[in-house]
């Protein structure tokens, strides 16, 4: 069995628990206090807080906990990342953002993408390597060959990250990540979460109006939110 068909089981497997598991208990997710205009939202209880294994962008204590569960060959996902940009830019040490991994099927190089992503952590470039490899997909150039390549830009040691990436040595942990993700709701990519709220899809920095003509906080209201009221 392929490893990407194993990430596809363990995602599937972890829907099916998901779900038998509030059929059984007759429960529905816990809707979100009434907030204005953000209809798409609910809190989940099963998401596993942002850790020391995660990589963090900001202050790791902050007050709007942010964790986005992201699949770097995902054209909407690349688009997110600018967003997420503008996110860091604005809020800065106000906001941890985590970035954790869920390849879909469909997308062929996404699963050695996320590893090319851990390969770098191991040598303190994950953050860079994230932004190479969105760069890869908006270029349309997302390959293994490709991967090593960023990993010589960014001046890594060449053995040491294609032995990582070739041997496969983080395959496990992301498919850990997206059973995790799975179980706490995730179905696509982007997904992101703010304090444990779900919001599905790729919200823009601004407030937008949905496709059901439904008006919508976007990123920077819905984290200002978040700041102004207590945890």
């Known amino acids: 069995m392929s490893k990407q068909n194993k990430i596809i089981l363990i995602i599937i497997a972890a829907v099916l628990a998901a779900g038998l598991f ?17 209809g798409s ?11 020391a294994t995660d990589h963090i962008f900001g202050e790791a204590k902050a007050s709007a906990q942010i964790i986005i569960y992201s699949n770097f060959e995902c054209p909407f996902c690349a688009e ?25 099927p469909g997308y062929p190089e996404a699963e050695k993408a996320a590893e090319a992503a851990e390969c770098a952590a191991e040598q303190g470039k994950f953050w860079q390597m994230h ?21 010589a830009d960014l001046g890594l040691n060449q053995e040491q990250f294609n032995q990582c990436l070739d041997g496969g040595k983080y395959e496990n942990k992301i498919g850990e990540q997206a059973a995790e993700g799975a179980g706490a709701g995730v179905t696509g990519t982007p997904t992101f979460f703010v ?26 209201n819905i984290i200002s939110e978040f700041l102004n009221k207590p945890l």
């Open 131 to 151: 932004d190479k490899l969105f760069a890869d997909n908006t270029a349309g150039r997302m390959s293994i060959e490709q991967f090593k390549i960023d990993a």
């Open 80 to 104: 997110f990342s600018q967003t997420i940009k503008k996110v860091e830019e604005n809020f800065k040490d106000k906001v941890a953002i985590a970035y954790r991994h869920y390849p879909l």
């Open 41 to 51: 939202e609910y809190q989940v209880s099963k998401l596993r807080p942002i850790d």
């Open 195 to 220: 304090n444990d709220y779900i919001y599905p899809g790729a919200y823009p920095f601004e407030d937008f109006i949905a496709s059901d003509g439904r008006p919508e906080k976007g990123l920077k």
């Open 22 to 38: 509030y059929v059984i208990n007759n429960k529905e997710l816990p809707q979100a206090p009434a907030r204005e205009n953000n």
